[in-house]
């Protein structure tokens, strides 16, 4: 979650007091996202709507066709309430870091634990030994199966390309990365790929959608361009900055694009997925 938001919160108050403008509020309409044909897995199309809230009271009244939403803390009831409104579902999950938050920490081996990612109570996992960590994914996503999702976000998915603690190579992370991918598609859930844009070109067929945090500060939203080629979503938040400034680049790219704050609660502004904004 918010891979680079947290080096980005030690010059960002500086640059945003520049270069922040407001942007008009426009209304943003009540879109909705067709179910799959049958049995079919559920594909978002580029530009779809959607609201991405990990923290807080989750609220169902957004007018988006899909919400990201935290898979332990959301219940089986709100999913089943917004469903019952025509909107798509998305159940986050960390898959290569640990929390020690959640109500399945203890059944994490200590071996498989490395080095802290940034954020508290948080260390990437060792990918390598699936064999171990493939029953625990196994049934957080039954979990979210059974929670009634349409999908799962699963986060931290570029241990290989951080300080891990682990001597990770990109050749353990696609594999892994796939792992993951079969274990949502076993059981009918739709997976996103999240941030992990070096490997796209090798991950693109195995992900219905993408999620990204800051393809347009850093001057990368284009790469994202074989998901849309292939008609599938792209959900990209930017947490600096203005509209004005990005929103642009988004609609030129075809993103379906947020502006959030970092703790990723319900605030949001929408970059409407085409015009000026």
């Known amino acids: 979650m918010r891979r680079r938001a947290l080096a980005w919160l030690l010059v960002g108050p500086l640059l945003f007091l520049a270069s922040c403008t407001s942007a008009p509020e426009l209304p943003e309409p009540d879109d909705l996202s067709p179910d799959p ?10 530009r779809v709507s959607w609201q991405w809230q990990l ?24 999913v089943a309430a917004l469903k019952k409104t025509g909107r798509k579902t998305i159940c986050y999950l960390s898959t290569g870091a640990w929390e020690d938050f959640r109500p399945d920490a203890a059944a994490f081996p200590k071996e498989l634990l490395g080095e802290g990612n940034g954020w508290e109570g948080e260390r990437w996992l060792d990918i390598r030994r699936s064999a171990e960590l493939e029953p625990l994914m ?21 241990g290989y390309a951080n300080s891990s603690g682990f001597p990770l190579t990109a050749a353990d992370q696609l594999a892994y990365n796939r ?3 079969r274990l949502a598609h076993d059981r009918g859930l739709s997976v996103g790929l999240k941030n992990d844009l070096d490997q796209i070109p090798e991950l693109v067929r195995d992900f219905e ?3 990204n945090e800051q393809c347009a500060q850093y001057d990368e939203c284009e790469r994202y361009r074989p998901f849309v080629a292939a008609g599938k979503a792209v959900f990209h938040v930017e947490y600096e900055g203005s509209l004005r400034e990005w ?25 409407p997925p085409r015009g000026e904004p």
């Not at 947020?258 to 990723?264: H, N, S």
């Open 37 to 46: 044909a049958p049995g079919q897995r559920w594909q978002p199309a580029p």
């Open 247 to 271: 929103c642009p680049v988004s609609q030129r790219e075809g993103l379906s694009s947020l502006q959030k704050k970092t703790d990723l609660g319900s605030w949001r502004r929408w970059c």
């Open 55 to 78: 923290t807080g009271t989750l609220d169902t009244s957004v007018k988006a066709a899909v919400y990201d939403v935290d898979g332990f803390n959301t219940t089986k009831e709100q």
């Open 209 to 211: 959608f993408a999620v």
């Open 179 to 181: 792992l993951i991918a």
């Open 138 to 158: 196994a049934k957080r996503f039954d979990m979210c199966k059974a929670k009634g999702f349409d999908a799962i976000e699963p986060d931290n998915m570029d």
